[in-house]
């Protein structure tokens, strides 16, 4: 059964850095999304992305982070000067269309800020 | 704007008994509900969800759920735990709306999740 893979499966960095996390969602689906989880708080939603650009972003997702595919199978969520609030899960899904949909979820990169 | 309450942070149940694990949601238009289950260091795994066809849904591993409008509710259960459903659950909402923001395209919005353990 295909999956969404998600690399590093854990990063620490310092703060300040740069960091990629990188996912590959299922190959025949079209929307990709990025959700966090800080520890002990709700899984939040982050971004989502549909032909080549953002649909929708939610207020978390400022100018710090961006997302791109750089290819036919990656999808990568940059965090640029990484801050401690930075540290938390972060989950890739994807899903063939954007409406009622299921989303399928990688087992997540856990970031820590230090 | 869409909402999630999850009413349980912690459910304990024997194995064998019934499980129920309650979820409100709020709503300006008409949800998509799923529960998604999150096994220690794996991803979120989809149970079952709802999408506007029979209220009674059923899901993977012997779960349900039923999506009672009038209640705003959509709470799983299951008649018999076993040790393996020992996790994390969410309650999971998600609207496909155009608005003067602009359109949503179906981003997910979770409950705070409920740990469920199952004792021998």
């Known amino acids: 059964e295909p999956e969404v893979t998600q690399t590093p499966s854990h990063q620490v960095t310092q703060m300040g850095q740069e960091v990629i996390l990188r996912c590959v969602p299922i190959?025949?689906?079209?929307?990709f999304y990025w959700y966090r989880q800080i520890l002990g708080q709700k899984v939040e939603f982050l971004v989502s992305?549909?032909?080549?650009?953002?649909?929708?972003k939610s207020e978390i997702f400022d100018d710090q982070f961006s997302v791109e595919r750089p290819d036919g199978s990656n999808f990568t969520l940059k965090i640029r000067s990484t801050k401690l609030e930075d540290s938390a899960m972060y989950f890739c899904?994807?899903?063939?269309?954007?409406?009622?949909?299921?989303?399928?979820f990688g087992p997540g990169t856990r970031l820590l800020v230090l | 704007a869409q909402s999630v309450t999850q009413l349980d942070s912690h459910v304990s149940v024997s194995e064998g008994t019934p499980v129920l694990l309650r979820c409100n949601y709020s709503?300006?238009?008409?949800?998509?509900l799923f529960w998604y289950v999150q096994h220690p260091n794996k991803g979120l795994q989809l149970l079952l969800k709802?999408?506007?066809?029979?209220?009674l849904v059923k899901g993977i591993n012997g779960f349900e759920a039923e999506f009672k409008k009038s209640e705003t509710s959509f709470h799983l259960t299951k008649p018999s735990a076993h040790m393996s459903d020992a996790a994390e659950y969410f309650c999971?909402?998600?609207?496909?709306?155009?608005?003067?923001?602009?359109?949503?395209?179906?981003?997910?919005?979770f409950g705070q999740g409920t740990i469920l353990t199952v004792h021998p």
């Open positions: 899904a994807s899903s063939r269309s954007g409406i009622q949909e299921t989303q399928y």
């Open positions: 190959s025949n689906h079209l929307y």
């Open positions: 992305f549909y032909n080549n650009e953002i649909s929708e």
């Open positions: 709503s300006s238009y008409s949800p998509s």
């Open positions: 709802y999408t506007s066809a029979a209220t």
């Open positions: 999971v909402v998600s609207v496909y709306e155009a608005n003067a923001g602009g359109t949503s395209y179906g981003k997910l919005t």
